[in-house]
């Protein structure tokens, strides 16, 4: 699609990219998981405070699975717990208008609601599996789409490890639109990963800094 035609398709196409976005060193300090994933060059950005943001495309795909890693200054406990703050959530992340568990199908899982709000008082909703895991190398939040109108499918995980005194991240997510009409809008789609992985960085560090902790604490 051309980026300069302004339909008003390609423009509620361009106002949707923000809900798929809500479906994002020294070697010896990352664990051997997370650092086979990243060149020296990029372990070098996150030491930095940079995303480090990754494509893999997907055969017959519209759009790529994207990754970001980010080293956050909290502990990886604290992160987790703000990603599954569903109720508090819309406090932090921009146009989510609230996130609703709806159905828990073990002590592990839940089916949230969660309802965005558009500009031009356009509000949709959509339905989000959510499953939590402990692991050896810290934790992991698995996402999986089961309602919506306006995409196929969206898969992804947060990653939750410790890094030194901190915690460093890795937000994965793919998601297939409803229509190829979005092709076009692949740049925008990154974008707005990462502006969601700034979110949860920043009031991640904000709570944690409330908390008194400086520098954080990596607890498992």
């Known amino acids: 699609m051309n ?3 302004r339909s008003p398709v390609y423009c509620s196409m361009r106002k949707l990219i923000a809900i798929f976005s809500l479906f994002l060193v020294p070697g010896s300090l990352l664990r051997a998981e997370m650092i086979g994933e990243l060149t020296p060059a990029d372990q070098a950005k996150l030491e930095a405070g940079e995303n480090v943001l ?3 495309e997907k055969p017959g795909a519209i759009w790529p699975e994207v990754r970001i890693y980010r080293k956050v200054n909290a502990t990886p406990q604290g992160v987790t717990e ?4 569903y109720e508090n959530a819309n406090s932090f992340i921009a146009n989510l208008k609230s996130a ?3 159905h828990e199908p073990d002590g592990n899982t839940k089916d949230v609601r969660y309802t965005v709000k558009l500009p031009v008082l356009f509000t949709i909703s959509y339905l989000v599996r959510n499953r939590y895991e402990k692991t050896p190398e ?12 306006f995409a196929k499918s969206a898969v992804g995980k947060l990653r939750v490890e410790p890094h030194g005194d901190t915690a460093v991240i890795c937000y994965a997510n ?8 979005v092709a076009g809008l692949r740049g925008q789609a990154l974008k707005e990963a990462s502006k969601t992985v700034d979110a949860i960085v920043k009031e991640a560090e904000r709570r944690h800094a409330a908390a008194g902790g400086s520098p954080a604490q990596a607890k498992l």
């Open 138 to 149: 810290g934790y992991t939040v698995h996402w999986n789409l089961l309602e919506s109108l």
């Open 82 to 85: 703000l990603f599954l703050d």
């Open 100 to 102: 609703v568990v709806e």
């Open 54 to 56: 990754t494509t893999i």
């Open 3 to 5: 980026e300069q035609l």
């Open 174 to 181: 793919h998601v297939e639109p409803a229509t190829k009409l």
